[in-house]
């Protein structure tokens, strides 16, 4: 089964609009971190924002926001106030937590390609 | 602070041909990561190194791929001999340990082309 599951493979939204990408996931741990990378052309990921698993409110950096759901296990990165400079690759991860003692490796879903448009 | 470095940043070989990628972590990163990223999808881990030790490399192709991270610093990985399907952007990463809340620093990938 899928760990990371992005339905989006494609979303298009205008500068100035807020956008989400969706993202659920699948564990069975109880402590889990879940990522959101950006990677734009030039290939790089980017680290955007970070939500654990005990953490009660949603996590916020700048115009990211992450909508953790748990009970749905779903984290949805909401992108404020787009600008065109957010064109790229958004990619959903997850690192599963002490069950094992060690941390997992970080699982990415298949990404959605955001486009921002004037 | 340097970021993760990576090189070549392009590599065009034939197949059967043998390749090597660099990688150098950010300084003091304890935790060193090797992902492939085919065209489409999502990086996928193929060795995780704690200092110089292995912690993670149950998705390394074992008869072809090969990785070291001496001293713990920087690391190579190889490929020997290179298939068609071994075409992907290979990124390094690095974090400062590896808790489940560590967030991973990329470098910026080495394009591989097998023709």
């Known amino acids: 089964a899928q760990k990371i599951t992005q339905t989006q493979p494609g979303m298009f939204v205008q500068e100035k609009e807020a956008v989400t990408l969706d993202c659920t996931y699948d564990t069975s741990d109880q402590s889990y971190g879940l990522f959101w990378y950006k990677q734009p052309s030039s290939g790089e990921m980017i680290f955007l924002i970070y939500q654990g698993s005990y953490d009660e409110q949603n996590a916020t950096e700048g115009r990211y926001s992450l909508n953790f759901q748990k009970a749905r296990k779903s984290a949805n990165l909401v992108i404020s106030a787009s600008q065109l400079g957010d064109s790229a690759m958004y990619f959903c991860?997850?690192?599963?937590?002490?069950?094992?003692?060690?941390?997992?490796?970080?699982?990415f879903g298949t990404g959605t390609r955001l486009q921002v448009t004037l | 602070e340097a970021g993760v470095a990576q090189s070549p940043r392009y590599k065009i070989i034939e197949k059967r041909q043998s390749v090597a990628f660099w990688c150098n972590p950010i300084?003091?990163?304890?935790?060193l990561y090797w992902y492939q990223q085919i065209l489409g999808q999502g990086p996928k881990l193929l060795i995780q190194f704690q200092n110089n030790g292995v912690v993670d490399d149950s998705q390394l192709p074992k008869d072809r791929f090969s990785a070291e991270r001496l001293k713990g610093v920087d690391s190579t990985l190889k490929i020997q001999p290179a298939k068609l399907e071994d075409s992907a952007v290979y990124l390094c990463?690095?974090?400062?340990?590896?808790?489940?809340?560590?967030?991973?620093?990329f470098g910026s990938g080495t394009q591989l082309s097998v023709l």
């Open positions: 991860a997850m690192r599963e937590g002490e069950s094992t003692g060690t941390a997992s490796k970080l699982t």
């Open positions: 990463a690095s974090s400062s340990d590896s808790t489940f809340n560590e967030k991973l620093f």
């Open positions: 300084s003091g990163h304890a935790t």
